[in-house]
């Protein structure tokens, strides 16, 4: 029951749940975007830090595309879908 929270939780990305195992494929996937395509880890992180602010994250999906936001905030080109995008 440690980690109950987990189930609940609005505000984790995919990493931070216990089933991460689960979307392997996609760290695999951003792993081997060509160079020119990937947003520098900075950014990524960047990104992320602010998808973890927003409150259209649920359990590491945006609530307003249906996105993986760990898939998408590694993609150079993509941006937030929001009205007034974060990033």
């Known amino acids: 029951m440690e980690n109950e929270w987990y189930r609940i939780c609005r505000k984790c990305l995919l990493r931070d749940l216990p ?3 689960y979307f392997s494929n996609m760290y695999i996937y951003i792993s081997n975007l ?7 880890k900075e950014e ?5 830090s ?6 259209h994250l649920l359990s590491g999906m945006c609530r ?5 936001v760990e898939m998408r ?3 150079a080109a993509r941006h937030c879908p ?3 995008p974060e990033w």
């Open 19 to 21: 089933e991460k195992e």
């Open 34 to 40: 060509p160079e020119e395509d990937r947003t520098s």
């Open 50 to 55: 602010k998808c973890r602010e927003c409150s």
């Open 82 to 84: 929001d009205n007034v």
């Open 73 to 75: 905030a590694s993609i």
């Open 64 to 68: 307003i595309c249906g996105c993986f």
């Open 44 to 48: 990524y992180e960047r990104r992320l």
